[in-house]
Every structure is written in C-alpha cells, then in structure tokens.
C-alpha cells in the first residue's frame, strides 16, 4: 500500500503563487498516473493536473497555463510537485493527491489552498 503526504498548501493574495508536494511512501514506476485534484466547499472533487510514468501531462482547462505538474523519480520515494501561479479566487479549495496503478487507488489526506485579499 502507497502512502501519499501532501504539503506546501496555505493563504495567498491573487495573483500569487504557491509549489504544492506529494510525497509517496515509496519509488514508484512502471505504469501509473498521479493527479491533483481539487474540491471547494459544495462542489465535486474534480481534477486538477496529471501525470504519467511516461511524463504525460494533463490539466484542466480553467488552471492550463497556470499551473505545472512535474515529478521526481530520483529520490528514494516519488515526489509530485504541482506549481500554481497567477492564482485566482476561485483556485481556493482543498488540494488531494492521488495514485492510480491499474485498479489499485491511493489518496492523500488533502491540502488546504486559500486565495484571498
């Protein structure tokens, strides 16, 4: 079982930036995706960002260009980065990392992101 460990989440003014991580419990490879998604108060849980063993990316279309997803497999456990910039208001919701291999699924226990004035 992967644990995953969530950081780097906080207040920011708009137009800000923040460098969220997600740390697995171990090195992953082979063939799997890990993903940011996000909820904000009374909303589903939607996707953010992923990326796959392979390095594909994909993103939302409300945060394409303004946020990366990267990863670093060179340390002893998988790290997933997600950069967000020029955040908006409405960017301000809980921030979830996630693990996919085949049918298995890990979750994080979430990150809090506010963007506020």
């Known amino acids: 079982q992967v644990q995953l460990v969530e950081s780097g989440g906080g207040l920011v003014q708009p137009g800000g930036s923040l460098r969220l991580s997600c740390e697995a419990s171990?090195?992953?490879?082979?063939?799997?995706?890990m993903g940011w998604y996000r909820q904000a108060p009374g909303k589903q849980r939607e996707l953010v960002a992923a990326?796959?063993?392979?390095?594909?990316?994909?993103?939302a279309d409300s945060v394409n260009g303004r946020f990366t997803i990267s990863r670093d497999n060179a340390k002893t456990k998988s790290t997933v980065y997600l950069q967000m910039n020029s955040l908006k208001s409405e960017d301000t919701a809980v921030y979830y990392c996630n693990l996919q291999i085949e049918s298995y699924n890990s979750w994080g226990q979430g990150t809090q992101v506010t963007v506020s004035s």
């Open positions: 990326i796959t063993g392979g390095g594909s990316t994909d993103y």
């Open positions: 171990s090195t992953i490879v082979g063939i799997y995706t």
